[in-house]
């Protein structure tokens, strides 16, 4: 599941993230869930429709990830802008020609990024999902982060790991004093995936038309969406 734009200007050192979330942050099970398109990836909206067993579905564990997972955080990203591209703002061809090791900046400061944290689903040994927070350092807004880069693999939309990955990052959010908004923004018409911000307490903020332009001349519009962080 996605959400927001790739990057953002004046994003810089970020705070680190709460002293219990640089290791695995625990194992889950999934249940069943309605797939969505967001505007990072393919979105994952959590607790709809397709009910499936719990017995049935595999353990998806959430960790950060460090600099051991950016090759499969390539991977992901890489197969993810081949196959929705209205749901990114880069495009995929030059970021398929990005090494690895340029995604650095989006782990948190411990394992040597500039960012909150990249939070990555995995089953067993493979990436399914991952989203990145980044958080500004300027003294008059270091009270916002935003929350880009959201997706889920293909293979396994519908699942639920997208509303996985939200809840279990609003808590790490929701513990760094510092913080009191978030935001995103998300295609325009994506219904499934702006209900599951919404679900999370996500509203709308802005509107911005014509936001990304494809090869082939169609517009996409962005919605901007923003979360109060605070109690």
């Not at 290791?23 to 429709?49: E, I, L, M, N, Y």
């Not at 493979?126 to 008059?140: D, S």
């Amino acid at each position: 599941m996605s959400n927001s734009n790739d990057s953002r200007p004046g994003t810089a050192e970020a705070a680190p993230p709460p002293a219990d979330a640089a290791s695995t942050t625990g194992a889950v099970r999934t249940t069943g869930a309605s797939r969505a398109t967001g505007a990072a990836g393919a979105a994952d909206a959590a607790g709809a429709a397709g009910a499936a067993s719990v017995a049935d579905l595999p353990l998806i564990r959430l960790r950060l990830l460090t600099e051991p997972d950016l090759v499969a955080y390539k991977a992901l990203r890489d197969a993810m802008l081949a196959g929705h591209e209205e749901a990114f703002t880069s495009d995929a061809s030059t970021e398929r020609a990005r090494e690895a090791t340029s995604y650095r900046a989006r782990l948190h400061p411990q394992a040597g990024g500039k960012s909150l944290f990249t939070l990555g689903a995995w089953i067993g040994d493979q990436l399914v999902g991952a989203l990145t927070v980044e958080h500004e350092n300027r003294v008059k807004v270091r009270h916002v982060a935003h929350l880009i880069g959201m997706m889920v693999d293909d293979a396994h939309a519908g699942r639920g790991i997208g509303g996985l990955l939200l809840r279990q990052a609003l808590e790490m959010l929701r513990r760094e004093p510092l913080l009191e908004t978030l935001t995103l923004s998300v295609t325009a018409g994506n219904e499934p995936a702006i209900a599951l911000y919404r679900r999370a307490g996500f509203t709308r903020y802005g509107h911005l038309p014509r936001a990304i332009r494809l090869s082939d001349g169609r517009y996409y519009a962005k919605d901007l969406m923003s979360l109060d962080l605070r109690p």
